[in-house]
């Protein structure tokens, strides 16, 4: 009891920390925007006590959203603000408010998670205490600590998956409203005004124009919206609801206003990686069936890559660089790693330990990449032991929704420079990691109330 208590009060004692800070590093932006103090803080209070009051199941799906909506590039003008961003301090409020909740649904996380989870955050530690971590290396093993690993461990109150994955479906439909005006106007007139305030530069450099809606990049949004992609078309297979296969078509439709080439590779494996397991899963969807929507998905991808919007983009110069220089960064992850005994050189390091070998500033696209400079190769190796044992659970629960979103995020991350280049985009994986990990297939079924497993043909 005493020690539950103190476990309590290390909690609100934390939480006061980040919610001062954040508040310093919220009110700067205010100031940059010109918003005074009379408006920032007493919405900030209005959040605050909402965070309180909504129920615990909604927490997940409020830290997406506020990562989604809240554009991404704003986070990046401080690096306080970039390491304690609002989806953060909603994943702390979510942990203090969870310190005695128990659900009958969910038996919290397995024993190999929690030994995966606490391996990787001492590595971190160890990474960090040995190379003398730099402010940059501390915050990012923190944000990786909370918006990955706490998210991971932290009690899961029933229907909160369910609500994740709503969020992330209707969260879709808006991004891809944003992302068409975008894409019809030809430039972000919606957050365009807001960027040249906080004197954002324009990341538009490609001979076509594409997309990234509020997530500032397009690979951002492509990766975005290829998870989505992932989570409708394996819940389409997991419940056998057509009406999944509409998100499913509009989140095509959005990768293909971003043009992103590796999102369209996403969605491809995805429907490899979700197809094979599910055709020796017993449910009442026919193998007829599962095949028919396995050609028909591949099929709209391939005609999506036949667009002319697309073909303008494969055959630019651009893109025959940007090609080029994916396949320089292996040599100097190689390099880099090699000087640091293959151990890594400390957090989020990876700029400036390939700097020596890289006199072309070439940017390592590549998560993993990116990992196995910063963490060595046992940094990575749990990383992708998260990643894997989350895609084998996934496929064991019959989460299909769940997985095709994570082998989504897996394969789009090898093809660009998301992991240490943009902090509040942890928060993704966290998530994506907790519906594979923590999925309950026989509660999620938001289109139906009927159970999942009423669907299953009883051996």
């Not at 899961?156 to 019809?184: D, H, K, N, Y």
């Not at 509040?424 to 009927?450: C, Q, Y």
């Not at 497993?453 to 009883?458: G, Y």
Request: aromatic share 8%.
């Amino acid at each position: 009891m005493i020690l539950a208590r103190r476990t309590e009060w290390l909690w609100l004692l934390g939480a006061g920390v980040v919610v001062a800070a954040s508040s310093i590093a919220i009110l700067w932006l205010a100031g940059r925007i010109g918003v005074g103090t009379a408006v920032v803080i007493p919405l900030a209070l209005i959040g605050g006590i909402c965070l309180i009051l909504v129920p615990v199941s909604w927490l997940p799906s409020i830290a997406l959203v506020l990562y989604l909506f809240i554009p991404r590039t704003t986070l990046s003008l401080n690096d306080l603000l970039s390491t304690l961003t609002p989806s953060f301090m909603v994943v702390i409020i979510w942990g203090i408010r969870s310190v005695r909740t128990e659900s009958r649904d969910d038996p919290g996380p397995s024993a190999l998670l929690k030994v995966l989870c606490s391996l990787t955050f001492l590595w971190l530690l160890l990474s960090m205490v040995t190379h003398r971590g730099q402010l940059s290396s501390l915050a990012w093993s923190l944000d990786f600590a909370v918006m990955v690993l706490m998210v991971l461990l932290v009690p899961l109150p029933a229907r909160a998956i369910e609500q994740l994955q709503t969020t992330f479906l209707w969260s879709s439909i808006v991004m891809l409203g944003i992302c068409g005006v975008e894409f019809a106007a030809g430039s972000n007139i919606i957050l365009d005004p807001l960027y040249r305030t906080l004197g954002i530069p324009d990341v538009q450099h490609w001979s076509v124009y594409r997309a990234a809606g509020t997530l500032g990049h397009p690979l951002y949004a492509g990766l975005f919206f290829s998870m989505v992609f992932g989570l409708s078309f394996g819940k389409r297979v997991e419940s056998g609801k057509n009406v999944y296969l509409w998100f499913a078509a509009a989140s095509l439709l959005g990768i293909l206003l971003t043009v992103s080439r590796n999102s369209l590779g996403a969605v491809a494996a995805t429907i490899a990686v979700v197809i094979i397991p599910s055709l020796f899963a017993r449910t009442s969807l026919s193998m007829i069936g599962k095949l028919s929507i396995a050609v028909l998905a591949v099929a709209g991808a391939i005609a999506v890559t036949q667009a002319p919007i697309f073909q303008d983009r494969l055959d630019s110069q651009e893109a025959i660089g940007s090609t080029n220089a994916r396949n320089v960064v292996v040599d100097l992850a190689i390099q880099a790693s090699a000087r640091h005994g293959w151990v890594g050189s400390g957090p989020s390091t990876s700029i400036v330990s390939t700097t020596p070998f890289n006199p072309n500033g070439v940017i390592i696209e590549n998560a993993y990449l990116q990992l196995l400079i910063s963490l060595g190769i046992p940094g990575l190796l749990l990383i992708a032991a998260l990643l894997g044992g989350g895609a084998v659970r996934a496929i064991r629960t019959g989460s299909y929704g769940a997985l095709g979103a994570l082998v989504a995020y897996m394969f789009s991350v090898g093809f660009f420079n998301i992991m240490e280049s943009s902090r509040p985009s942890l928060i993704l994986a966290g998530l994506v990691l907790l519906m594979a990990w923590r999925s309950n297939p026989e509660s999620n079924a938001w289109f139906d109330s009927r159970s999942v497993s009423t669907m299953r043909v009883r051996a």
